[in-house]
């Protein structure tokens, strides 16, 4: 491991947020926690998991606030490193700018449903575009490579920091946090390139396991598009086949290979949204894909107990 890897490892593990979770077995102490529990989620990956659902497109019943849904975000976000809410609203967006929305937006309205007197609901975010698992594939991002010396893990090392910072800001507001789980969405960078997917995101669930002291935390892996990533015997698909059976730890595969992004892959550069539209998801489909990993997440919790 680099020295820059190992030095916030080594700081995200003093400020652990999983020591939020463990409970004092000293029986001199007689203090009842009485905070509300606040249910997080993690959103962690590249652009689909970033958010390029374009606000304008959604019906004007689902162009909303959520302002119970706590939200907090890192990368190539709106509203970066500051304590929001989720909205699909136009003067909002929790996508790359105040026009596009992600999944948070599915997982909010999800959650929402969920949410009583005692049981909150949150969500942080730390997703940057076009991002790879193997290495840093521009120089003004990171990479998630925390398995071998071919790339700098800096965006696990920001997840691990923003997850921090997300923590404190939600306790500030006098919530105990619970973390219930990771939505993972990646691939298109590494879906033919990457001969070792299983590996790499075995390496990086369990850093992010380790780093946040939740070491059975779930995790929920969205698959790519069928129409464009039609081949499952790639070693993208196969990975994520292997991690679920292999049962490392809590995993769950999200289908939505059969929604279909904004255009196809022979269409790219005929249609309104332009040539690169052909690997995002849209509208209905992005709120459609936030329910599905949230419902997951939850299952999972559910299994748990």
């Excluded at 820059?4 to 490892?9: F, L, Q, R, Y």
């Excluded at 940057?128 to 490579?145: F, M, Q």
């Excluded at 925390?146 to 691990?160: H, K, Q, R």
């Amino acid at each position: 491991m680099k020295k820059g890897k190992m030095i916030a490892t080594i700081s995200s593990l003093i400020m652990c947020v999983g020591c939020n979770n463990i409970n004092s077995s000293d029986a001199s102490s007689s203090v009842v926690d009485t905070r509300k529990v606040l249910n997080v989620c993690i959103i962690a990956g590249q652009s689909n998991a970033v958010g390029n659902g374009y606000i304008v497109d959604l019906k004007e019943e689902d162009q909303q606030d959520y302002p119970d849904i706590l939200y907090y975000g890192n990368g190539d976000v709106e509203d970066a490193l500051k304590l929001s809410y989720v909205s699909s609203k136009p003067h909002k967006g929790n996508g790359t700018t105040k026009d596009f929305f992600g999944m948070e937006v599915g997982m909010a309205k999800y959650f929402s449903s969920l949410q009583n007197e005692e049981q909150h609901y949150g969500i942080i975010k730390c997703a940057y575009n076009g991002s790879s698992i193997v290495k840093d594939a521009s120089s003004d991002r990171g990479d998630w490579n925390v398995y071998d010396e071919l790339g700098n893990g800096e965006n696990a090392i920001n997840l691990i920091d923003t997850i921090n910072q997300a923590v404190a800001r939600f306790e500030e507001e006098g919530y105990k946090v619970v973390l219930m789980g990771c939505a993972w969405m990646q691939g298109e960078a590494d879906y033919a390139t990457c001969k070792d997917y299983h590996s790499r995101m075995k390496a990086l669930m369990n850093y992010i396991r380790s780093n946040t002291g939740y070491e059975s935390l779930p995790f929920a892996l969205g698959e790519l598009a069928s129409q464009n990533y039609p081949d499952k015997t790639n070693p993208f698909y196969v990975s994520l086949e292997y991690l679920k059976k292999k049962g490392e730890g809590l995993v769950d595969i999200v289908r939505i290979s059969d929604l279909k992004p904004r255009c196809s892959a022979s269409e790219a550069g005929k249609g309104k949204y332009g040539q690169w539209d052909f690997v995002h998801w849209s509208k209905e489909e992005m709120l459609q894909i936030g329910s599905m990993f949230a419902k997951s997440i939850v299952d999972m919790n559910e299994n748990v107990k």
